[in-house]
């Protein structure tokens, strides 16, 4: 999984082509830590077609702010670097974060 930072989140994802999977987290935030494992099972099961990217809110709060990831943990979906999609707060479970990578791969 690519570690993104305020440096190459535009390279990495916002002029990428393809879809970019974006798993926004905090060190303090439980349901983010939870939820890191599976995310890190999905790039190992379907990264051969979507590429899978995490970034730490805490080191990149106004970009954070810049795409509308206001509460954590937010999981997005970026195709050819536009959101298209994403699960958030209590929303974002393991199955939901499979159902929506599914729709893409």
Known sequence: MLELNKDNFEAEVLKAEGYVLVDFWGPTCEPCKALMPHVEGYSEKYGD???????????????????????????????????????????????????????YY
């Open 49 to 103: 077609k979507i590429k899978f990217a995490s970034l730490d809110v805490t080191q990149a709060r106004r970009l954070a702010i810049s795409q509308k990831v206001l509460g954590l943990p937010v999981i997005a979906m970026y195709k050819d670097g536009e959101r298209i999609d994403g699960v958030v707060a209590d929303g974002a479970t393991a199955s939901t974060v499979e159902e929506m990578i599914k729709k």
